[in-house]
């Protein structure tokens, strides 16, 4: 079965620009959607199909996807991104979850 | 008013059956063109799906769960319902609902209701 990998945790320093990975066998070819969970919160979509970005969401949030990994890019990272994030993707009519990656701001 | 409200017991015994709904408010649900998920996280894990359903019958479930579970569109009460089969303490969890868009190459969920805690224990 396909399966999907994210790193455990990402840091960055304030203000730089946090890259997240999601590594799957030619995931370029899937469409990856990223979701934000902040610490006791509810999940929230911040990237759908690769690159689209919910209205609500900042600019600062970015998708790609290439290969065998797709990548979610915050720019300008803020205290208020610390979260877990989460990338998923459809598979043989599966919702497949990452494990999750961390953001720590510095 | 909450778009997605998750409701149901917050303590189940082991081997008996889960039992959730999530009521959908601001309109009717069938006349969205959106499938209804359940996914669930554990305590200090990852999130895990466990099935989509259309209100016209359609429905995709995690294979890993496929056997225990039951998900169903009541359309006269507005609501979607999740039953979960001989549960054990592993599936003590905070189960959300959400809002999904499926399609042949692509599902992802835009909304997401606030989560129903239900632990299992004798």
């Known amino acids: 079965s396909y399966e999907v990998t994210q790193p455990l945790s990402v840091s960055v320093a304030l203000g730089q620009t946090a890259r997240i990975t999601c590594g799957g066998n030619n995931i370029g070819a899937k469409n990856v959607h990223w979701y934000q969970q902040r610490p006791g919160q509810v999940p929230v979509l911040v990237i759908y199909r690769d690159k689209k970005r919910p209205s609500e969401i900042p600019e600062r949030f970015s998708g790609s996807n290439s290969g065998n990994t797709a990548t979610l890019s915050i720019s300008g990272a803020q205290v208020g991104d610390e979260a877990d994030y989460y990338c998923?993707?459809?598979?043989?009519?599966?919702?497949?979850f990452g494990g999750g990656t961390k953001l720590t701001v510095l | 008013q909450v778009p997605l409200q998750e409701s149901g017991p917050g303590l189940v015994k082991p081997s008996e059956t889960l039992s959730l709904t999530c009521s959908v408010s601001?309109?009717?649900?069938?006349?969205?063109?959106?499938?209804w998920a359940w996914i669930r996280q554990p305590p200090g894990k990852g999130l895990e799906w466990i099935g989509s359903?259309?209100?016209?019958?359609?429905?995709y479930y995690s294979p890993s769960l496929e056997s225990r579970v039951t998900i169903f569109v009541d359309t006269s009460k507005n609501h979607v319902s999740l039953k979960l089969t001989s549960v054990t303490a592993a599936d003590t969890a905070v189960y959300y609902c959400?809002?999904?868009?499926?399609?042949?190459?692509?599902?992802?969920?835009?909304?997401w209701g606030e989560g129903a805690t239900v632990t299992v224990s004798s």
């Open positions: 998923q993707v459809w598979d043989s009519n599966t919702v497949l």
């Open positions: 959400a809002r999904t868009t499926v399609s042949k190459y692509y599902s992802y969920m835009d909304l």
């Open positions: 359903v259309y209100h016209g019958g359609d429905s």
């Open positions: 601001g309109g009717s649900i069938t006349s969205y063109n959106y499938y």
